[in-house]
Every structure is written in structure tokens, then in C-alpha cells.
């Protein structure tokens, strides 16, 4: 059975880079939301007629923690009703109808092999939930390989919360990499040369891809040609 819609509340708003923020969303009729790492929400916002194009769905760039409430960040997009709507008419307060949690994009069972979590833009969102998820349950787990791509340093999400897990979370690697900027402390270029280098040898690994259809395309591409079966692969696209 899906899952029923339901009113939910905004309860607080931070812009997080130019064109980003974070949304924290509390679902009062429940008393606690519980969810996997890496599922999504689905807003129906007032921007159609028609049921189907009022839909927009987010991954939930929160962690479970017993409360009602979840995170997510959005990007607004040129030209998107759903992203100017959020960004134009939502404040802290504002009423949103959503339908939740959503998705089989999850961990996979057994944690044994290393993970690469491949993402560009918002797509870090559902491995921020992941990643804190397996370091709050202190959960056993392989390598774990988190390569995120933006355009420049002001792009980063999450980067100081990124860089002191990877100081404190055994076996956690924080590859961020800047595609239109040189700064010192930083690869350059795109997300692919990083994953290549890192699974050269073929170590056991899933691969999990979120963000933008051309990047992944692509990493599925490399990702096969480096030999691994496709069945490695797990993907969630941002149309």
C-alpha cells in the first residue's frame, strides 16, 4: 500500500550555498517518521492542475532519529515551477502536503563490500543520510568512497560536516571535486577520473549514482568498462 498523503509544516529554512536551501519539514500526525536511508519525499505543490504536475520528490537528506521531522535540500532551478514555488512562496510556517517515505535506493544487505557514493548537486542528499546513519549505529562496513562534484567551492553542501566525519569515521573517504574552479586542497575536474583511480584494482564495491542523468550515464558506462557487473550499480536520477 503507498504511503498516505499527509499535512506537514515547515519548521525552519537555511540557505546553504547561492542557490541552495535546506527545508526541515515536521509531519504532525505522526509522532515519529521513520524512513530508510537514501528514500524520498513527494511535495503536491499548488503549481497545476493536474495531480501528476503538481508532484515533485526529494531525497531526504536526513538521517532516522525518532522524531518527526526530515530534512531536505533543494536547488532552484531556472524555469522550475516546483523549486520557484519553494523558494518564492514557502516561510517557515507554511503548510506542505507530502507523501513519504518512498524508494528502494538503501543500503545494501550486507555491508561487506566498499561502497562509492557518486553524486553531483543535491544529489549528496541521500548519502548524508546514509553515511550518518552508518556512523551514529557505529554499523560494520567496508570502504566507504563518498565523490561529490559541484562547480565551485561556494557549491559544496554539507562540506564542514563532510570533512570532520572523515577525520572521526573509520573507513570514510570524503572526495569532493570542483569542475570550474582551481582551489588549493581540492581535486578538479569531474567526478569519474576519482572513482576510476580509486577502484583500478577492483575492489568488491556497490555503486550508487545520484544527480544529474548525464553524469550518470556516464559513470555507468566507466563503471562497466572497469569490469564491474551491472548489477553494482544503483542509481537514482534527478530529472
Same mark, same amino acid.
Given at each position: ?18 542557490? #541552495?536551501?535546506? $527545508? ?6 505522526? =509522532?515519529?517518521?521513520?524512513?530508510? @536511508?537514501?528514500?524520498?519525499? *513527494? +511535495? ?39 523549486? #520557484?514555488?519553494? $523558494? ?6 507554511? =503548510?506542505?502536503?507530502?507523501?513519504? @517515505?518512498?524508494?528502494?535506493? *538503501? +543500503? ?132
Amino acid at each position: 500500500m503507498p504511503e498516505p498523503w499527509r499535512k506537514s509544516t515547515v519548521v525552519r529554512i537555511e540557505q546553504e550555498t547561492p542557490n #541552495t536551501r535546506r $527545508f526541515w519539514i515536521q509531519i504532525p500526525e505522526l =509522532e515519529r517518521f521513520d524512513f530508510k @536511508p537514501g528514500q524520498f519525499v *513527494t +511535495l503536491d505543490l499548488p503549481i497545476h492542475e493536474q495531480k501528476n504536475k503538481r508532484w515533485r520528490s526529494y531525497s531526504i537528506a536526513s538521517w532516522p532519529n525518532g522524531t518527526n521531522v526530515v530534512e531536505l535540500v533543494i536547488v532552484l532551478l531556472d524555469g522550475g515551477l516546483g523549486t #520557484t514555488y519553494l $523558494f518564492n512562496e514557502v516561510r517557515e510556517g507554511s =503548510e506542505l502536503i507530502l507523501r513519504g @517515505p518512498q524508494g528502494v535506493f *538503501t +543500503l545494501p544487505d550486507p555491508l561487506e563490500k566498499d561502497l562509492f557514493l557518486i553524486c553531483t548537486g543535491t544529489g549528496i542528499a541521500p548519502f548524508r543520510s546514509m553515511v550518518n546513519y552508518l556512523e551514529l549505529h557505529k554499523l560494520p562496513h567496508g570502504n566507504i568512497h563518498l565523490i561529490f562534484g559541484c562547480r565551485t567551492q561556494q557549491d559544496l553542501l554539507y562540506y564542514p560536516e563532510f570533512a570532520e566525519l572523515q577525520k572521526s569515521m573509520e573507513g570514510f573517504r570524503y572526495h569532493p571535486t570542483l569542475s570550474r574552479e582551481d582551489k588549493e586542497g581540492f581535486s578538479r575536474g569531474y567526478v569519474h577520473a576519482i572513482y576510476e583511480a580509486l577502484a583500478a584494482e577492483r575492489p568488491e564495491a556497490h555503486f550508487y549514482l545520484c544527480g544529474w542523468r548525464q553524469m550518470i550515464d556516464e559513470a555507468r558506462t566507466r563503471i562497466t568498462t572497469l569490469g564491474y557487473d551491472r548489477k553494482s550499480i544503483h542509481l537514482e536520477l534527478y530529472d
